[in-house]
């Protein structure tokens, strides 16, 4: 039987406890530092406190992951190419995928594009990595030979609607993830019974979803209102995840 503990501590501090080669999947969502209200944390550090800030927790990350073991970093604009560069250059990870999310709503602007994405970068800490393609495959648009049936490879661009407001399962917090895009990430790279870390639990959506794939969770989150719910969340009945796929609806056409 898996466990999945939330721990009301900082990411550092938890992340240096974890033994060296230790962890299979890391998912790490840290604040974009674009000022954003997070109860009790400063979401607006100077430039270079947060970059110092990143390449500690990411030094934590390069430490504790197995060689075989992947990392998934949710990033905005601003910071991606900092963090690119800090996990490629600096600490040799191997880029896998650069994964946008698309989103059907977000912020609106009149002086240019309103923006519709966020980036994940997926890096590996080896040159071979565990992948389980055949537990994320979507179904396939038309019944041909070339097709591989079982479904298709869902790609770099992903879809998965926002937790809206009016989402029984939203919580209390200004940037919370559907649970689609965690449940793709720990089946790709993760088997039954492995340990997941998330450094940055915010509303807990990692570690409900561990509970339901059977993935040991360890969450490590600063504000103690953030880790009480995300606890309370964690002992709520299961009834499916808040957002999937739209392609996972496909009934395949026959040519």
């Given at each position: 039987?898996?466990?999945q503990?939330?721990f009301?501590?900082s990411?550092?501090?938890?992340?240096?406890?974890?033994?060296?080669?230790?962890?299979?999947?890391?998912?790490a969502?840290?604040?974009?530092?674009l000022?954003?209200?997070?109860?009790?944390?400063?979401d607006?550090l100077?430039?270079?406190?947060?970059?110092?800030?990143?390449?500690e927790?990411?030094?934590?990350?390069k430490?504790?992951?197995?060689?075989?073991?992947?990392?998934?970093?949710?990033?905005?604009?601003?910071?991606?190419s900092?963090?690119?560069?800090i996990?490629?250059?600096?600490?040799?990870f191997?880029?896998?995928?650069?994964?946008?999310?698309?989103?059907?709503?977000?912020?609106?602007k009149?002086?240019?594009?309103?923006p519709r994405?966020?980036?994940?970068?997926m890096?590996?800490?080896?040159?071979?990595p565990?992948?389980?393609?055949?537990a994320?495959?979507?179904?396939?648009?038309?019944y041909?030979s070339?097709?591989?049936?079982?479904?298709?490879n869902p790609?770099?661009v992903?879809?998965?609607?926002h937790?809206?407001?009016?989402?029984e399962?939203r919580?209390d917090?200004?940037?919370?993830?559907?649970?689609?895009?965690?449940?793709?990430?720990?089946?790709?790279?993760?088997?039954?019974?492995?340990v997941?870390?998330d450094p940055?639990s915010?509303?807990?959506?990692?570690?409900?979803?561990?509970?339901?794939l059977?993935?040991?969770?360890?969450?490590?989150?600063?504000?103690?209102k953030?880790?009480?719910?995300?606890?309370?969340?964690l002992?709520?009945?299961?009834?499916?995840?808040?957002?999937?796929d739209?392609?996972?609806?496909?009934?395949?056409?026959?040519?």
């Amino acid at each position: 039987m898996s466990e999945q503990k939330i721990f009301h501590e900082s990411c550092l501090t938890g992340l240096e406890k974890i033994n060296d080669n230790s962890v299979d999947l890391i998912i790490a969502d840290p604040p974009y530092n674009l000022g954003k209200n997070y109860n009790t944390t400063n979401d607006n550090l100077g430039f270079d406190e947060y970059i110092s800030f990143t390449k500690e927790w990411m030094s934590h990350a390069k430490r504790i992951i197995k060689p075989n073991g992947t990392v998934y970093i949710f990033m905005g604009v601003q910071f991606i190419s900092y963090i690119f560069k800090i996990a490629q250059k600096d600490l040799s990870f191997d880029l896998n995928s650069w994964i946008s999310w698309h989103y059907t709503q977000g912020i609106g602007k009149t002086k240019g594009f309103s923006p519709r994405h966020d980036d994940i970068l997926m890096f590996n800490a080896g040159k071979n990595p565990k992948f389980n393609l055949d537990a994320i495959r979507v179904p396939q648009k038309y019944y041909r030979s070339r097709n591989n049936m079982r479904g298709a490879n869902p790609g770099d661009v992903w879809q998965f609607s926002h937790v809206h407001y009016c989402n029984e399962n939203r919580r209390d917090h200004p940037t919370q993830k559907p649970e689609g895009l965690f449940e793709r990430m720990i089946l790709a790279s993760s088997d039954n019974g492995d340990v997941v870390v998330d450094p940055f639990s915010g509303s807990g959506t990692c570690a409900r979803v561990c509970k339901q794939l059977n993935r040991n969770c360890l969450s490590f989150e600063i504000d103690e209102k953030y880790v009480l719910q995300s606890r309370e969340r964690l002992e709520e009945p299961f009834i499916g995840f808040d957002s999937i796929d739209p392609r996972m609806e496909r009934v395949p056409l026959d040519l």
